[in-house]
Each structure stands twice: as C-alpha cells, then as structure tokens.
T-cell receptor, first 112, second 112 residues
Framework: DAKTTQPPSMDCAEGRAANLPCNHS???????VYWYRQIHSQGPQYIIH???NNETNEMASLIITEDRKSSTLILPHATLRDTAVYYC?????????????FGKGITLSVRP | DGGITQSPKYLFRKEGQNVTLSCEQN?????MYWYRQDPGQGLRLIYY???????QKGDIAEGYSVSREKKESFPLTVTSAQKNPTAFYLC???????????FGPGTRLTVL
C-alpha cells in the first residue's frame, strides 16, 4: 500500500469546518483513499473512502485532487466529540486477506 | 461500530493464565479480523478468518489462537505463551461489497 503523510496535529474551533490534509504522492491507479478516526480508548471508526471522485456522507466530505496525490477530509461543523486521531490510508481492494495499517495519523483537537 | 460487540471492555489476567476475548457481529460479514494495538503504535494483525471454519495467521499469531465455528463469532484466546499480552485488542469485520473494514469497541487486556 502507498505511504501517506499527515501533519501530526491541528485544531479548530467548535462549529467551524475542520480540513484535514493527507499527502499520498505514490498512490497507484487502483488504490483507494480511506479515512478512519479513533477516539481515545475506542475502536477505530470508518469515516469515508474514495477512488478519484469527491465523496460525501453524513459524517464528512472527501476531496481528492485531480492528480490523486493528495486529499482533504472535511468535517463541515466540528464538535467537541470530533476530537480524535484521524488516519488517512491508501490501499487497493485486495480481498479478505488484506490487513489495515495505520500510520501515526493527525490529532484533531476541537476547542470550545 | 454498533454491529460489532467485544467483551469484556477491560480484562485483567494473571501471568500464566489463558484468557478468551469475545467478538460477535450481526453485520452478516464473512471475513473477521483480530488486531492488536499498543500505545503510540499502529495496528498489527493477529489472525483473520475469511469464512466459517477457516482462519489464517496474521503477522503476530504466536501465543494466540482463534476459532470460527459460527459466522457471527470469532473468539480470540491469548495463551500463556504470549510474552507481552498487555495491549488493546480490536476485532473487525469486512464488507465484501466495499472492501471496508469495521471495528468493534475493543478490549483492553492487562496482565498483572
């Protein structure tokens, strides 16, 4: 799986949009961009994934650049409960024998 | 994820004892996984199962055992042979349609 680079931390004000960047310059054509988050002492939570088109669901939006070398996860109205470590992962769909590998992620702190 | 339950949430074990961690899912997913997460580190795959009555070793299977007698259940036994069992254990399932893995809330095992 391609390597991703995320800044170690960022913060934003409650109610504002949180834009979390991820670089994946070595992404291959068949690799998807996935985002998970992990709130302290809880299991990771799937947020969203995409291949090349922008995606939106009830939790977030995923914006992938045209060259697919970077992406941004957008939480449109951050709340205190969004404080967590966010992991950007790039992986191909290889079936049930594929494992997930998390890097260090980005710690998002939402301030009141 | 609400469809995956792990119990207990916290578990304490004396050295030399075997202990079994429970993982149950009602998502009707065929594939299930066990990961281990240590403080400040990423995920490491212990075992996975693609289908009932079948399972494969992951990267760190030594000292662990699993069974998959039912689609809904994938228990993990941490044996006394596991040298450093204190960790956060995560169970996951995989949605075949999207190749997305979903995690349970985790079990924190502490060996005293």
């Amino acid at each position: 799986d391609a390597k991703t680079t995320q800044p170690p931390s960022m913060d934003c004000a409650e109610g504002r949009a949180a834009n979390l960047p991820c670089n994946h310059s070595t992404i291959s054509g068949n690799e998807y961009v996935y985002w998970y988050r992990q709130i302290h002492s809880q299991g990771p939570q799937y947020i969203i994934h995409g291949l090349k088109n922008n995606e939106t669901n009830e939790m977030a939006s995923l914006i992938i650049t045209e060259d697919r070398k970077s992406s941004t996860l957008i939480l449109p109205h951050a709340t205190l409960r969004d404080t967590a470590v966010y992991y950007c992962i790039v992986r191909a769909h290889t079936g049930a024998n594929s494992k997930l590998t998390f890097g260090k992620g980005i710690t998002l702190s939402v301030r009141p | 994820d609400g469809g995956i339950t792990q119990s207990p949430k916290y578990l304490f074990r004396k050295e030399g004892q075997n202990v079994t961690l429970s993982c149950e899912q009602n998502l009707n997913h065929d594939a299930m996984y066990w990961y281990r997460q240590d403080p400040g580190q990423g995920l490491r795959l212990i075992y996975y199962s693609q289908i009932v009555n079948d399972f494969q070793k992951g990267d760190i299977a030594e000292g662990y055992s699993v069974s998959r007698e039912k689609k809904e259940s994938f228990p993990l036994t941490v044996t006394s042979a596991q040298k450093n069992p204190t960790a956060f254990y995560l169970c996951a399932t995989r949605d075949t349609n999207t190749d997305t893995q979903y995690f349970g809330p985790g079990t924190r095992l502490t060996v005293l």
